[in-house]
């Protein structure tokens, strides 16, 4: 079978070939029991900017959070997120993967961003709106961290804590591991031809979307 | 008079004198024309954990913000937030007050944000949603920036973004200025006085809720 990619023209292929170079299996972000749907997808869209490819969302008290095509510019559309039960359930995978787990804490014995090492696997955790991180999950962190902050108000919105840390997590893997993107070959492969038809759809939905309104602009003439 | 700190726990006061150390007017935002007030509350509330006193707000085509509690977490209580009726009368203050103007676009002829100095008085220059920064604001920049990305989304969230500039802004200006919060004595001590009055008002009103709680839980018993 032909690569969907023959369907492309040439400028789009080099985009998602560009982005596929920039995306990572090494670094992911895990919400654990979000309860706004905005902050979920805020979320998302500034994962899938900075090139992380898989995110975990435990499911907390809430229920599963809507898409918002507005919030995260469909970013999800472009990503891998993976849904667990129970937050004992996600760590103990991520852990069995070889990532090292970073719990954002505002309590004691958390160490400023700035400070954390991103030359391994890193799973950075943050917590409920309300709650923050679960006691479990500090349990089986290996480092808590906070951003540090100089004012009155006691913590940042979830959404701009993950774009700072993800943010300060790609400088330290540039330094640290001299590149952030770093799919193998085979996962690089994979990814291209996903998006590829994912890219190819959504010519056809923008022509179709074209044709429309060509059409209707020809019977008001 | 006697300073208001005298009705002060020692604690709070030192609190007090902590943030007004951080504080800095040298560093400054505006936000132009913003049509979201979660988003101006997010970006206040951003404002206000990494020490900038100043924020400046330029009314578009929207209604002023509401404010809002819960995202704003009581944030420009202790900012001082200017209105302005438009973009050019913002600048031109700003301008004469000595600041860079740097506007943030996804354009053409935009730098990275890490290449940016803030050796000197800079303002950030956030855009509407869904326009961006204005074409005015973007001829009286003395430069356009935008934050690396790397995946399909277009762009960040305002609030992220600001979030991530600001972050930025702060770890470059302790290199490149030795320091962040740089208050004179003068505006130091007002900003003290106001702040512990701010203080002692919050703290009347937690004693309040408190008697009232404790009144109610008397009567059931």
Redesign the interface.
Known sequence: MPSKSAFLVPERRA?VD??VA??TRTLTVVMEAFCDP?NVN?VL??C????VQEIHAVEGPMKPWDRNKK?S???DK?LDVRRWRSTGECLAHLKAEGFAIYATHLGEGSRPLGSLSFAGKVALVFGNEKRGVSDEALALAEARYA?P?????????V??AA??SL??AVERREAERGG??DLTEREAAELRERFYVLAVKQRAKIAKAERVAERRGGRRR
Chains 1, 2 share one sequence.
């Open positions: 985009r560009a982005v920039g995306r905005q805020a869209r500034t899938e900017a900075f090139g919030i510019q469909n970013a472009w951003i902050m100089r004012g009155f108000v006691q913590s940042l919105n959404s701009v774009a700072i943010a300060t952030h993107g």
